[in-house]
């Protein structure tokens, strides 16, 4: 449950501790620009951690659901995150969910949560502690969003509605749809995918995205992505 909730709202879990020995010598053979690319993550988030990673095996009841999985990458100071990727959005959703999960379930969770990436405008995020009732209270709302999509699509997006929701969403309306279409119509934009295509067609700008219910573009960037600039400092 803790992995399909994950999946749901923010797309495959892209989680990259540490690759290998193995791995890492085959990248240096092939490309050492990537390679020292890499090792620079992994320098990255060595600065802000301690000690070997460890996994803890979790199981909670919210709102009336059984969440159970496992938290990887956890560390004296909380979850750690790395990917190679330049995109971090899609990464932010699952980690935001094992943050308030450890939360929740792990008297000594630290609090704290990094990602780490490739992006150039946000190479490394960190997620602040947040209180165990308040964490409950997001989780309740993450799970009834769960529970909808998987009887209808819902229209949230992880780079679309997170450029939404980091312009300032409905408190600076024109200029946060402006960074939402960037996001949707680029080239590699989330307009372009072929799941995103299936499910509602093709759509010109985000705030056109029609779903059941009212559950609209706008309203779930904020509902979702608040929080978690909350948690960013942002």
Known sequence: MLVALALVLGGIVGVLWAFGAEYADRVRREDEGEYREFRG????????VSGRPSQEQVGIEVAGTRIEGVLPNLFREGLATVTFS?????????????????TVALDS??????????????????????RREQARALLEDLVALYR????????LFPRTSYAYALAGGPANRE??????????????G???????RFAFGEVVSP????????????????RVFRPVLDAMGE
Request: aromatic letters at 6%; hydrophobic letters at 45%.
């Open 175 to 188: 200029q946060a749809l402006e960074e939402a279409r960037k996001a949707w119509g680029q080239d590699s």
């Open 207 to 222: 705030e056109e995205v029609r779903a059941p219910g009212d559950h609209d573009f706008e309203g779930l960037a904020e």
């Open 148 to 155: 909808m999509g998987r009887t209808v699509p819902l229209p």
């Open 109 to 130: 969770y630290p609090g704290t949560a990094v990602l780490v990436s490739r992006a150039e405008k946000a190479p490394a995020i960190s997620l602040a502690p947040v």
């Open 86 to 102: 330049s995109s971090f959005e899609p990464r932010l959703l699952p980690l935001w969910v094992q943050h308030l999960v450890a």
């Open 41 to 48: 993550l992994v320098q990255q988030v060595r600065a802000r």
């Open 190 to 196: 989330e307009a372009q995918d072929a799941f995103v």
